[in-house]
């Protein structure tokens, strides 16, 4: 770590404009200091105001913050509530007519729901869960497109009190198989088919596949949703029930269940540096506060907004700002079930027009993508209706920006550049778009109530442009609660004694500027962030060493210009190191395997193959230097630990 060195290039400086300053829910330096002093000087009486004002308590909270079982930190523990009121109920009276979500399909047909429409959905589906015995506590594995009816089973989940694990319908069998299993779920809902740029993708028959697989045993029913009109194979009637016959007869209200603050709402899978996905475990009061207190501060929410988050709800993103955040402030949305890219790459700009989006949140590798495939097309469209945008995900290149900046918001939209991972709950460093100026790149300033800091192995600070640990000095309410199953994992991995245990380590490297503004610099463990998407090199590498043909494999990121990384695979064989039409092949035949293991996000780009793979004499295999052979560049670094220093030649020229 000390030799991370930060070069500072970009320092062209962004203030929000009068106009948007003026009327911004916080209004500049001077109130976003003004927040992060009531926080310095009283951090859970910050809190517990916000809470009181943000969040609708069925039975008020007395008390805000227990720390005495660290790091098991606990919020508003008496205080109790549901999050689906939260969404619904409470807006019934003001906002019953007014419009909850857009959605628009991949075919480009629109629906339109109020919250009164969205409202009964949730109370007709929940009274169908409870109809099936689902009950307070129990898990419910959501794998489906993205849509209405996904953001319908979550808050029906929620309502009941029962806890949901989306699992992102891109996932193979195997991994929905690993989730539902240490999920010990009782209930899967899915569809028949998903539909994304024009082709189904089936969902219904990859479940069966992982119900297969074995370890599922605590599934006891199947809700399918039909998608599409293509029928499903393999029905069964003990097992499957249509969500037609779920809610049919079912009334359309339903109490919801009032649970403590503390109360698990979600445990949401995500990579970690083992092979193992970590079931991260969320709150009821925490989360939701996290989500409602960013909607207002980072995404300046106003009534009148149409609020789009373009993420899908099988990741955190789409938890906290499709079914929870813009919900739970009463907010218009978009939901989009297809791509950016069909049917052509206007489609997002095309949609923004056509909803009148104010607010528009997605990823850099989307605008990278755009960008290439038709820089000039947004201005084809009227996009005056635009406020605001955002980011997230990976760190933003300058260039993407600027051109975010320039032809998307016109020179006249603050950019928030929203930092936060699954394990956070909400938005944690991003600047408030009517108080902090914004630097392309960077994601500026934490926002108030979150304690950041920077620090060297030995959790002293570093100085201004010298990298560190990213760390979290105090425990925030919409924080991770645990590693479902796994509560020794939750305290090493984020906790660690390392630091004395107190200190949240956000597993990212990062760098203060002059300013104090922050810069992320990537992931300091063996996590790799292709597309906005957090893989696990572990785990690819698991899932290519269960294929009988691989003996051993190392995978590594490297730089690519769209996707921010790209996976890069180094394989031995059982057998002999393949060659010429013989290795494509053998690779081709592992993609498909990792594809069908894990899901296509995890494909590995290009796979090398070798004798052996570089290791120290200890066995030991040495990362640094497979990503320096996979980015192609001079081996300067120290190989004297090196068992075989030959074996770098023979990967220096494995490209296939
Ligand atoms: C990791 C978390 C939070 C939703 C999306 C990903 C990286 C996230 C930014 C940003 C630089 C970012 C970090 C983080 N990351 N946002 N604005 N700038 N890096 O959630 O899968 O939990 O991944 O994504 O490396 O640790 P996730």
């Not at 953001?151 to 309502?159: N, P, S």
């Not at 501060?297 to 938890?319: L, P, Q, R």
């Not at 570089?614 to 004297?640: F, H, W, Y």
């Amino acid at each position: 770590m000390s030799s991370i060195d930060s070069v500072l290039k970009e320092n062209r400086l962004f203030p929000p404009s009068d106009d948007f300053r003026t009327k911004a829910n916080v209004s500049g330096l001077e109130g976003y200091n003004a927040l992060c002093d009531k926080a310095n000087s009283d951090y859970e009486g910050f809190w517990a105001e916000l809470a009181r004002e943000l969040v609708s308590w069925k039975k008020p909270f007395t008390k805000t913050l227990n720390d005495s079982n660290a790091p098991s930190y606990k919020w508003f523990e008496d205080g109790e509530l549901n999050v689906s009121y939260n969404c619904l109920d409470r807006h019934l009276e003001a906002r019953g007519n007014k419009v909850a979500i857009i959605f628009e399909a991949d075919d480009g047909a629109v629906t339109k729901v109020t919250y009164r429409d969205l409202y009964q959905r949730v109370c007709q589906f929940a009274n169908g869960l409870k109809g099936l015995g689902v009950t307070k506590g129990d898990r419910v594995v959501i794998y489906m497109p993205h849509g209405i009816e996904a953001i319908v089973a979550m808050q029906a989940t929620a309502r009941i009190g029962a806890i949901h694990s989306v699992v992102f319908g891109g996932f193979s069998a195997g991994a929905l198989r690993d989730r539902i299993s240490d999920a010990q779920a009782k209930i899967v809902i899915t569809a028949n088919e998903s539909v994304r740029g024009g082709k189904a993708v089936p969902l219904k028959s990859v479940t069966d596949e992982a119900l297969g697989l074995g370890g599922c045993e605590s599934i006891e029913k199947v809700i399918v949703y039909p998608r599409t009109l293509n029928k499903c194979e393999h029905w069964n009637e003990e097992r499957n029930i249509w969500w037609s016959a779920l809610i049919k007869g079912q009334p359309t209200d339903c109490e919801p269940e009032w649970v403590d603050a503390e109360h698990p709402l979600f445990i949401l899978y995500t990579s970690g540096s083992t092979g193992k996905p970590k079931g991260i475990q969320h709150s009821t009061g925490g989360y939701l506060l996290g989500t409602q207190v960013t909607m207002k501060w980072v995404f300046d929410y106003k009534e009148n907004d149409v609020f789009w988050c373009t993420a899908d709800v099988g990741w955190i993103t789409g938890h906290s700002y499709v079914t929870y955040g813009p919900l739970g402030i009463g907010a218009t949305q978009v939901v989009f079930e297809g791509v950016p890219t069909y049917p052509d790459a206007g489609r997002f700009w095309s949609m923004i027009e056509k909803h009148g989006v104010t607010t528009f949140y997605t990823a850099p590798t989307a605008i990278r993508s755009l960008i290439k495939l038709g820089g000039d097309l947004p201005k084809k469209y009227d996009l005056s209706s635009l406020r605001l945008l955002g980011t997230v995900g990976e760190p933003i290149n300058p260039e993407a920006w600027i051109w975010y900046h320039e032809v998307v918001g016109g020179g006249r939209c603050p950019i928030v550049d929203t930092w936060w991972q699954t394990e956070t709950g909400a938005n944690m460093i991003a600047p408030l778009p009517g108080a902090v100026a914004t630097k392309p790149g960077s994601c500026t300033l934490p926002i108030p109530g979150i304690i950041a800091d920077i620090v060297d192995e030995a959790g002293a600070p570093v100085e201004p442009g010298k990298g560190g640990f990213l760390v979290i000095k105090k425990p925030w309410p919409a924080m991770v609660r645990t590693i479902w199953n796994d509560p020794e994992r939750f305290k090493k991995t984020y906790f660690p004694e390392e630091f004395n245990g107190k200190l949240y380590l956000a597993g990212d490297s990062a760098h203060f500027d002059e300013n104090g503004y922050i810069w992320i610099m990537g992931r300091i463990d063996d996590v790799l962030n292709v597309s906005g998407h957090r893989l696990g090199t572990m785990e690819i590498e698991s899932a290519l060493v269960a294929n009988p043909l691989v003996a051993e494999s190392a995978v590594v990121g490297k730089p690519h210009e769209i996707k921010g990384e790209s996976v890069v695979a180094f394989v031995v064989l059982k057998g002999n190191r393949p060659e010429g039409e013989e290795a494509k092949k053998i690779a081709k035949e592992l993609r498909e395997w990792v594809a069908h293991e894990i899901g296509k996000i995890a494909q590995p780009d290009e796979i090398r193959f070798g004798d052996n793979l570089p290791k120290t004499r200890s066995g030991k295999i040495m990362r640094r230097l497979l990503r320096d052979i996979a980015k192609g560049q001079e081996i300067t670094q120290d190989v004297s630990t090196l068992e075989n220093p030959a074996i770098l030649e023979q990967l220096r020229h494995s490209a296939l």
